[in-house]
């Protein structure tokens, strides 16, 4: 499974940035979609995460009430749609696709994308 991210950027503080990110070369809706991010000088994180029918969502408690994930399976597609953006969302955000159920540890995520660099001013 190949993962393509776009849609990152920068963006001030208590803006909006949407995330996509396209798979191809299997079948969309058996993944687990999600994303994490990872900082400078900081461990990779977990962000949000979507069950394969997008029913289920999971957030990070520091992201919860302000980012969105969501899927389109038509379109092999996973959005993170993110509003009021605070300089520490600044990050390269990795967008991730597993078997099986939704998890919180990046070791049990089997696709990783490039990263897209989201960059928040204060």
């Known amino acids: 499974v190949q993962l393509q991210a776009s849609g990152g950027g920068l963006v001030q503080a208590g803006g909006s940035l949407r995330l996509s990110c396209e798979a191809s070369g299997g079948t969309f809706r058996t993944y687990v979609m999600g994303w994490f991010r990872q900082a400078p000088g900081k461990e990779r994180e977990f962000v949000a995460a979507n069950s394969r029918s997008g029913v289920s969502t999971y957030y990070a408690d520091s992201v919860k009430g302000r980012f969105i994930i969501a899927r389109d399976n038509a379109k092999n597609t996973v959005y993170l749609q993110m509003n009021s953006l605070k300089p520490e969302d600044t990050a390269v955000y990795y967008c991730?696709?597993?078997?099986?159920?939704?998890?919180?540890?990046?070791?049990?995520?089997?696709?990783w994308g490039q990263g897209t660099q989201v960059t928040v001013s204060s």
């Open positions: 991730v696709a597993r078997f099986g159920e939704i998890d919180y540890a990046r070791d049990k995520y089997d696709y």
